[in-house]
Each structure stands twice: as structure tokens, then as C-alpha cells.
């Protein structure tokens, strides 16, 4: 992707406009959708905090991370399409404050997801060393590093922003798209290499401990379907994550075959890398979750009484035997 192609993408998007019918059938599925995903994930926030057993496991922390994380990606990618057809255009501040809070959590989750890997890797491959290593002080710590890896890629456009606009600029209005609020050419070379190498390492990182996990656990157990689809819905996962790093690059492609379809190009890229994700996460790793579900299914149902939750000590018994979902 060239800065010319994302000059040219924004000349056409100021050209084009949805009917009031369209923009409101668009809108209608993104809100719906994100407040059912989110309304899922807090149910898995709040099964968390009302359980020591989770709290307890690095496994779930990282996990509720990933949730915690998704919900505020989500809502704020929400709230700039909505706005992106109520307002049309927002203040430079307020749009750089929103688009870079959104591409922090947008980094985050396929780390994350790299990072839930090596930790199941180490509890698979490495099962003696998996208490030493995965400490609950040290998912913590590792939850730290994550957020300072993906600050690395934008808080340099960032500083370079402020150093190279004039001040007038922080105060006028633009379509909120980070092409047009990152306007420099060389942020754009820069963001291409760097997000590459990126994209890179985590696959790597993915692919390696996706496979030995399925080696591990086809010689160890006769439960290797259940790995194996688990594993796949990872890699599903992940690739529709990964998207967010080529988007902007499919996007200028795809408008070079289909020149007058752009906004329902932007719309069905949105729904497949901002939502579609956050939807699977939910399912790999809380209602595929022996633990989580028991005692998910009666908050989604709102029955709480103490015949649907037991207390802590019950808990650690049933985890205790409970197999491990790679």
C-alpha cells in the first residue's frame, strides 16, 4: 500500500455515500453484533472475578486479557463506524485519541494469542517445568510486555504526527480513516515494513507451537480430535487477526477490480477483521471450557443460587479433574 492508493481511497470515500436505508441496515448489524459479543464476553469477566480458581491459573488470566481486550476493541471500533455515519467527520484529537486506543487493542489480541499458545505449549511439551515457569506473577508481567510490544509500531507516527503537523491541524475535522490522519509517506513505508515483520514472528511463533502441541497430543492422549479442532479454531482465529495488518493493502486492491464498490468493501473487511474474531474467541475458550461453561451457562441464563455455583473448594476438586482443552 502507497500513500497514493490511500490518498485516492479517501477521495473516493468523501465522494460516496450510503443511502439512509443502507447506512442504517449497517449499522443495525455492526451494533447488534457487538453488543451480543460483548455481552458474552462480560459474562465470562464476571464468571473470573467470582471464581478463585481462575484467578489462580496463568492459562485464564491470559485468556481474560484477551477478552477484556476484545470488549474495548470492539466498542471502540463500534463507536467509530457509527460515528463514521452520524457525524461523518470528528475533531483530529479526538479521532487520533480513538484510532490509536483501537490499533493498541487490535495489536494486542494475535500476541495474546501467540503468547496463550507458548504458555500451552510449555503446559504439553514441558509439563514439570509448566508450574515453575507460567507463575501467576509472571503472566502478569508478561501481560505488561504485550501492551509495550504493540506500543512499539505506533507511538513513533504518533510523536512524528505531533512533530509535523501544524497546530491548526489537531483542530479541524477529518474522516476518521488512518490514512488520512497519518499523512506523512514515510509512516506509511515504515508501518508496511514493520507490521510485516510482525505478522511474521507471530505466525512463526503460532505455527511452531500449533504443531508440536498436536504432535504432543496425538502420542499422548486418544483425544487428538478435540486438539486438533481446537487448534484449528486458533488458527482461524489468527487469521482473521492477521488480517488487520493487510486490510488497508486488500482494500486497495480490491478496489482496483471493483472501483465503485467501495464502501461495501470497507463495511464487509470491518465485519471480517474487527467483529468476526471477537466473536470466536468467546467460543475456543469459554464455552469449549469445561470449568468455564458450568458455571457461564447460569449467569447467560441469569440463575444464580448456590446449586449452579459452588464454592471454591468444590472448584479446585472439579479442576482437578477436568482434562486440559489445548
Not at 509535523?164 to 483542530?171: A, D, I, T, W
Request: net charge positive; with cysteine.
Amino acid at each position: 500500500m502507497n500513500f497514493s492508493a490511500g490518498e485516492s481511497n479517501v477521495t473516493v470515500v468523501l465522494m460516496q455515500r450510503d443511502t439512509f436505508e443502507t447506512a442504517l441496515i449497517k449499522n443495525i448489524i455492526v451494533v447488534a453484533l457487538s453488543l451480543s459479543i460483548n455481552y458474552i464476553n462480560s459474562m465470562l469477566v464476571h464468571t473470573f472475578t467470582k471464581h478463585q480458581v481462575f484467578k489462580t491459573n496463568p492459562r485464564y488470566i491470559l485468556f481474560i486479557h484477551l477478552v477484556v481486550n476484545d470488549m474495548l476493541q470492539l466498542t471502540l471500533a463500534c463507536l467509530l463506524h457509527v460515528l463514521s455515519y452520524i457525524l461523518f467527520t470528528l475533531n483530529v484529537s479526538f479521532c487520533c485519541f480513538l484510532l490509536v486506543t483501537a490499533i493498541f487493542t487490535t495489536f494486542n489480541t494475535p500476541v495474546n494469542l501467540a503468547t496463550m499458545a507458548i504458555e500451552r505449549y510449555i503446559a504439553v511439551c514441558i509439563p514439570l517445568r509448566h508450574a515453575q515457569i507460567c507463575t501467576v506473577q509472571r503472566t502478569y508481567i508478561t501481560i505488561s510486555l504485550i501492551w509495550v510490544l504493540t506500543a512499539l509500531p505506533i507511538l513513533p507516527d504518533v510523536f512524528i504526527l505531533v512533530a509535523n503537523e501544524p497546530l491548526s491541524f489537531f483542530s479541524s475535522r477529518i474522516f476518521c480513516h488512518l490514512e488520512n490522519l497519518f499523512r506523512n509517506p514515510f509512516i506509511i513505508e515504515r508501518n508496511n515494513t514493520s507490521l510485516y515483520v510482525f505478522l511474521a514472528l507471530v505466525w512463526l511463533t503460532l505455527l511452531y507451537t500449533y504443531l508440536s502441541i498436536m504432535f504432543a497430543a496425538r502420542a499422548a492422549s486418544g483425544d487428538a480430535r478435540k486438539a486438533r479442532n481446537t487448534i484449528l479454531l486458533h488458527g482461524l482465529q489468527l487469521l482473521l487477526c492477521t488480517f488487520t495488518y493487510v486490510h488497508s493493502l486488500l482494500q486497495s486492491r480490491l478496489l482496483q477490480i471493483f472501483p465503485t464498490k467501495l464502501l461495501d468493501i470497507r463495511f464487509a473487511s470491518y465485519v471480517i477483521v474487527q467483529i468476526i474474531p471477537r466473536f470466536i474467541s468467546p467460543i475456543v475458550y469459554g464455552l469449549r471450557d469445561q470449568t468455564f461453561r458450568k458455571h457461564l451457562k447460569g449467569y447467560l441464563l441469569c440463575r444464580v443460587n448456590a446449586s449452579t455455583y459452588p464454592n471454591n473448594d468444590t472448584l479446585f476438586k472439579i479442576s482437578g479433574r477436568e482434562k486440559i482443552l489445548l
